[in-house]
């Protein structure tokens, strides 16, 4: 199994960007996808944004799509999430998820990173 170390949280206001990094190692050969959740405080933990490692095919939360990019670095196993125009209800744990993205869009998740705290101020 893979494991998952992110980067690149903090605390912005309103309007501001920041940009998460995922690193993989260990199994990732064997990975399809991955992908972004967050976790916001007395809230379930819903998916934000996944990419297959092979083609570079994306899927997005309706509630960042336009503001969010996900991207890969297949040589460094690694993936981003670049965050723009950050709305304080985008304030959350992210984590990075190893997992399969369906072609219709839906992701499955199977191992987690340990999380990282984005917080956006008003």
């Known amino acids: 199994q893979e494991q998952l170390v992110e980067s690149g949280g903090g605390s912005v206001q309103a309007g501001g960007s920041l940009r998460l990094s995922c690193a993989a190692s260990?199994?990732?050969?064997?990975?399809?996808?991955m992908g972004w959740f967050r976790q916001a405080p007395g809230k379930e933990c819903e998916f934000v944004a996944g990419?297959?490692?092979?083609?570079?095919?994306?899927a997005y939360a309706g509630s960042v799509k336009g503001r969010f990019t996900i991207s890969r670095d297949n040589a460094e196993n690694t993936v981003y999430l670049q965050m723009n125009s950050l709305k304080p209800e985008d304030t959350a744990v992210y984590y990075c998820?190893?997992?399969?993205?369906?072609?219709?869009?839906?992701?499955?998740?199977?191992?987690w990173g340990q999380g990282t705290q984005v917080t956006v101020s008003s």
């Open positions: 260990g199994r990732t050969f064997s990975t399809d996808a």
């Open positions: 990419i297959k490692w092979s083609g570079g095919i994306t």
């Open positions: 998820a190893a997992g399969t993205l369906s072609y219709s869009g839906t992701y499955y998740p199977r191992s």
